[in-house]
């Protein structure tokens, strides 16, 4: 069961290097450390998979993964995630209980083309207080034998509140008719999930009340950058969107946006393939949006209209703490070819970014993806790289101060610089063995917190010593 101090728990099996473990992410910022080999990154390409299935259906998870030989655990045939997420306090029985939701996905090559499929799905909304696990609500879908199975079952509205399903497209009319409505909604999708194992239950269905839409929207909105100086510093054509790629292109046209308060680009970017291949059906004269791209039923996280107007403010003092020569930002067009570039101002003069060095450029490329908040899950993998010690650190605070906008950051690491910047409750530490990839937290919190508070030692210093595990040594 998750615990209550933990934003996402997610146990995946069968994936890559992994045979199975759950990865707790707590809010604020995550930094996983480990041996080369250990797993780290198959554990972000998890959380991008899953993304993926959710956003684009498995089939084209699977082939932007790396296809089939890549990403199932050696000798095993399916993938498999699961997690158990607080749903709410809803009425039971008359009565106010805390609720949950369990869900679960099973993904294996099937048909006579042996593409990737969802072969089982189900979720239950179940009220843990009672011994038999109540189920307010479930559904499964199997597709594992030669005739799909679909089945559901909705607890009688005598036994259920009218807050059950919380969401604004299921929440006017009496009890009765909202517990009618989901019934229907579910009936009309049985023909969906039986023709296709291609898209997730979960993702058709989770509008029906915000919790389960927090849950997927998390992976939604969830973005990996891998900034490459090189790519980061190009001129970029002048495009009627702005958004920052995970390389680090189109780095000019934010700067641009953000430089000439046209927000209105830095909106479109998301916003038009969310709205794309949207679906309806009638459910008792209302109109539900189902669509063929789950994508349609999340916005975009929006970027707040309030603070739009400090964040070139902001972007340019960060880096200017960072690099004291420069004291504002620009951009110019090359007028051999129309493209836009950035432009590092010091003083009177303006420089190019092939005049500035690959930690500025990154250390840029990365603030602007911090504070152009589209993620609610936020990747970064070995930010050291170009950064001198002073960005990594002050990463991790700007991170922190970020997530108070609702970013769970994941980020992995080689660098006791930022280690020494991070707290105990912070780390996850990654390890592999005979069973694949294992990760856990620090034991002895409160322990080690006092001991580094009465030391001059910081957790990057007891790591390198292998005090704390997550060195090759020390991996079993």
Not at 193 to 199: C, L, N, R, T, V
Not at 265 to 279: D, F, K, Q
Not at 300 to 308: A, D, E, S, V
Request: with cysteine; charged share 20%.
């Amino acid at each position: 069961m998750t615990n209550k101090n933990t934003s996402l728990s997610l146990t995946i099996e069968n994936f890559r290097s992994i045979r199975k473990t759950t990865l707790n992410l707590r809010p604020g910022v995550n930094i996983l450390i480990g041996p080369n080999g250990s797993g780290k990154t198959c554990l972000l390409a998890a959380l991008k998979f899953l993304r993926d299935i959710f956003t684009e259906g498995v089939g084209l998870a699977m082939a932007k993964s790396g296809g089939a030989l890549r990403n199932y655990h050696r000798g095993e045939s399916t993938i498999r995630f699961t997690t158990d997420h607080y749903y709410g306090l809803r009425v039971y029985r008359r009565k106010r209980f805390h609720h949950r939701f369990s869900w679960s996905l099973t993904i294996a090559q099937s048909g006579l083309d042996q593409i990737a499929s969802i072969v089982e799905e189900s979720l239950k909304i179940y009220v843990p207080d009672f011994s038999d696990e109540s189920a307010v609500l479930s559904v499964t879908v199997n597709r594992s034998h030669n005739q799909p199975m679909y089945s559901y079952k909705v607890e009688s509205s005598s036994i259920l509140g009218k807050d059950v399903f919380n969401s604004a497209t299921v929440l006017f009319g009496s009890k009765e008719e909202i517990i009618n409505r989901v019934s229907s909604l579910l009936d009309k999708l049985a023909p969906v999930m039986k023709a296709s194992g291609d898209q997730s239950l979960l993702a058709h269905i989770s509008h029906i009340d915000p919790s389960l839409m927090s849950f997927v929207g998390q992976f939604i909105n969830l973005n990996e950058y891998n900034i490459l100086p090189d790519i980061a510093r190009r001129a970029t054509d002048q495009l009627p969107t702005a958004e920052l790629s995970p390389n680090g292109a189109g780095l000019s046209e934010v700067i641009h946006a953000l430089a000439n308060k046209n927000y209105q680009r830095l909106a479109t970017t998301r916003e038009r393939s969310i709205l794309r291949n949207w679906g309806a059906y009638n459910v008792h004269g209302s109109n539900y949006m189902i669509s063929s791209s789950p994508y349609a039923y999340y916005p975009y996280r929006r970027l707040n209209p309030k603070h739009l107007d400090e964040l070139i403010g902001k972007i340019s003092k960060e880096l200017s703490l960072a690099v004291r020569s420069i004291t504002g930002l620009s951009t110019g067009i090359d007028p051999t070819n129309g493209k836009r570039f950035v432009l590092f101002e010091a003083g009177d003069q303006k420089f190019y970014p092939e005049e500035v060095s690959d930690g500025t450029i990154k250390w840029l490329s990365i603030l602007v993806s911090i504070f152009v908040p589209y993620s609610t899950i936020y990747l970064l993998e070995e930010p050291e790289n170009f950064l001198h010690p002073w960005m990594q650190q002050q990463l991790i605070r700007i991170m922190r101060e970020q997530a108070e906008n609702k970013v769970l950051f994941v980020l992995t690491t080689h660098s006791a610089t930022i280690l020494n910047a991070a707290r105990v409750e912070e780390i996850t530490i990654v390890s592999k063995n005979n069973g694949g990839t294992k990760t856990n937290h620090l034991d002895s919190l409160e322990q080690m917190t006092e001991m580094l508070e009465q030391s001059e030692f910081g957790l990057g210093d007891l790591w390198v010593s292998g005090l704390i595990g997550a060195v090759p040594a020390g991996d079993e």
